[in-house]
């Protein structure tokens, strides 16, 4: 049996390929969903039944032996996030071909006049995605949207994530006749409703504003007060043992000015970080660092931990760079939340040193590792360079707590 997997690209049957109408004139029998039959050309098939799921389609068709040529029509193109890849999956033995139609971000850019070959795509059509997320990575971003995951609703996550200046382009209805195109920043869509086939391009053109993903960001890059900040060789080696990854949670406890955090934020660029800081004027300069460095993924707690930690989300890493004498008690908070979490504390004093090796002990901590820092740096003296010595510190490591 020969098999045609044809993309009917958006709307009506005009922008059918000329290859595709063939496929499906020559079709004993064409399945697809209810809308897509309805776009057909009328001199295509009568014989039409409606499928979506692949082993619907499968029975569908070992019902009818009698079927020696039968056409699936499927929305868009077989090749952008289609069903083509698990029908063929389910039919093996089948002589399959799949006919390339006009994908919705091919369409809604030529409608817009420039180029789709650096869209960053995304599906959030029946999957779970964080839109705020996507958008802060790229500068451009493609979304097929579906009934929950809607213009509107990623206009919200979008101004909750710090990105309500983003333009967002929705085209809705696209191809066919009475077809509506929209652009404004997504915080002047929040209230706005689309039609229900719609697809949404997102313009983001500052993004992350740091190129490099290396960790250990030179000191002077951070707007910096009176408050302490964990240097670079320090902050370098603690993200090292921190080990984000892109999508964690990470909780920077004592955040100071927020060097720590914004280092997180840019490694977990998919993720969230959470500074907590009790000082006023450090929640402030984090504020400043954090839209210095675009990290709109970073969320300032101002409070004092461990209370200020109860109503964050289980952490996968977290740093300590302060605790206010309450060490052990924030080391219990994280753990509680995620027994496995990745922790470093950082301390300059040995008071600090011993408080940590205690509490490691007696939440049995896993894979403890302490790692002294101790980084000079050259001062120009006369004709000649001196080593300045910075303070030694303590890097207490941890994996988690022993099963």
């Known amino acids: 049996m020969k098999l045609y997997l044809v993309g009917m690209g958006p709307g009506g049957g005009e922008l059918l390929t000329g290859r595709a109408r063939q496929a499906l004139e020559q079709a004993d029998a064409i399945i697809g969903a209810r809308r897509v039959l309805e776009l057909l050309p009328p001199q295509t098939s009568e014989n039409r039944f409606e499928a979506v799921a692949a082993n619907h389609i499968r029975e569908l068709i070992q019902s009818h032996p009698e079927w020696n040529t039968v056409a699936v029509a499927l929305s868009g193109d077989v090749g952008f996030y289609s069903g083509a890849k698990s029908i063929r999956a389910a039919m093996p033995e089948a002589d399959t071909e799949a006919i390339c139609g006009i994908s919705s971000p091919q369409y809604l850019c030529a409608k817009l006049i420039r180029p789709w070959q650096s869209l960053h795509l995304v599906s959030a059509h029946g999957l779970d995605c964080d839109p705020a997320a996507e958008v802060r990575n790229y500068p451009e971003t493609f979304f097929l949207t579906d009934g929950v995951n809607t213009p509107q609703a990623i206009a919200r996550r979008l101004c909750d994530g710090g990105l309500g200046d983003a333009v967002m382009t929705v085209g809705e209805r696209l191809a066919y006749p009475d077809e509506r195109i929209t652009c404004a920043p997504a915080r002047e869509l929040v209230n706005r409703s689309f039609d229900k086939l719609n697809a949404v391009l997102v313009d983001n053109p500052q993004g992350f504003r740091r190129e490099s993903r ?102 996968d890493a977290v740093f300590v760079g302060g605790s206010k004498g309450n060490l052990l008690s924030i080391l219990q908070a994280a753990l509680d939340k995620n027994p496995q979490v990745r922790l470093v504390i950082s301390a300059i004093s040995l008071e600090t040193l011993s408080a940590a090796i205690a509490a490691a002990k007696k939440l049995a901590l896993r894979d403890l590792e302490i790692v002294q820092i101790a980084a000079s740096r050259t001062r120009a003296v006369g004709g000649h360079h001196m080593l300045m010595g910075n303070n030694p510190i303590f890097l207490i490591c941890a994996g988690g707590r022993e099963e």
């Open 214 to 315: 290396c960790c250990g960001i030179e000191d002077g890059e951070f707007i910096r007060g009176e408050v302490p900040m964990t240097k670079q060789e320090v902050r370098a080696a603690a993200m090292a043992k921190l080990a984000p990854r892109p999508q964690d949670v990470c909780w920077d406890v004592g955040a100071g000015t927020g060097s720590v955090s914004v280092e997180m934020a840019l490694a977990c660029r998919m993720g969230r970080v959470y500074a907590v800081e009790i000082g006023e004027e450090g929640c402030g300069l984090i504020a400043q660092n954090r839209d210095k460095f675009g990290t709109t993924n970073l969320e300032i707690i101002q409070g004092a931990a461990p209370q200020a930690l109860a109503p964050l989300p289980a952490p």
